[in-house]
C-alpha cells in the first residue's frame, strides 16, 4: 500500500510541514489576512479576494473551519446571514502573516 504525500506530512511530526499543508492553499494565507481585521461575510471576502471563484472560497472556508481556524456563524434571518471569523487557533496564525508582510516589504516589494 503507498501513502500519499498527504498522508506522510500528516503523519509527520514536523510542525512546519504541517502548517504548511494547512496554509499552502492557494487564497488560504490572504483569506485568514481579512479575517484578521473582522468579522466578514462571504460577499465581503469574495469582493475583497479580487479573481476567487465561489467555489474555491467556499472550499477554503470550509477547510478552514474543519480545521478549527475559523468559525461559521449562521443567523436565522430573511435572508440568512452566514459570518465567518478566526478562531484562537486562527488568530495565532496572524502573527505569520505578519512576518510574511514584513518580509515582503523588506524584501520584494518597492514600497
Same mark, same amino acid.
Given at each position: 500500500?503507498?501513502?500519499?504525500?498527504?498522508?506522510?506530512? #500528516?503523519?509527520?511530526? +514536523? /510542525?512546519?510541514?504541517?502548517? @504548511?499543508?494547512?496554509?499552502?492553499? %492557494?487564497?488560504?494565507?490572504?483569506?485568514? *489576512?481579512?479575517?484578521?481585521?473582522?468579522? %466578514?461575510? &462571504?460577499?465581503?471576502?469574495? $469582493? !475583497?479576494?479580487?479573481?476567487?471563484? /465561489? =467555489?474555491?472560497? !467556499? #472550499? *477554503?472556508? $470550509? !477547510?478552514?473551519?474543519?480545521?478549527?481556524?475559523?468559525?461559521?456563524?449562521? &443567523?436565522?434571518? @430573511? /435572508? /440568512?446571514?452566514?459570518?465567518?471569523?478566526?478562531?484562537? =487557533?486562527?488568530?495565532?496564525?496572524?502573527?505569520?502573516?505578519? !512576518?510574511? *508582510?514584513?518580509?515582503? =516589504?523588506?524584501?520584494? +516589494?518597492? =514600497?
Amino acid at each position: 500500500m503507498e501513502l500519499t504525500e498527504y498522508h506522510l506530512v #500528516e503523519k509527520s511530526i +514536523c /510542525p512546519v510541514a504541517r502548517t @504548511a499543508q494547512i496554509l499552502g492553499g %492557494k487564497w488560504t494565507i490572504l483569506i485568514i *489576512r481579512d479575517l484578521a481585521a473582522g468579522v %466578514k461575510r &462571504f460577499n465581503q471576502l469574495e $469582493r !475583497s479576494l479580487q479573481g476567487i471563484s /465561489p =467555489k474555491t472560497l !467556499s #472550499e *477554503r472556508l $470550509r !477547510s478552514l473551519e474543519e480545521e478549527g481556524i475559523v468559525i461559521r456563524q449562521t &443567523f436565522a434571518e @430573511a /435572508p /440568512p446571514r452566514v459570518e465567518y471569523l478566526l478562531t484562537e =487557533k486562527g488568530c495565532d496564525l496572524v502573527s505569520v502573516i505578519d !512576518s510574511m *508582510r514584513a518580509y515582503g =516589504k523588506q524584501w520584494l +516589494c518597492n =514600497k
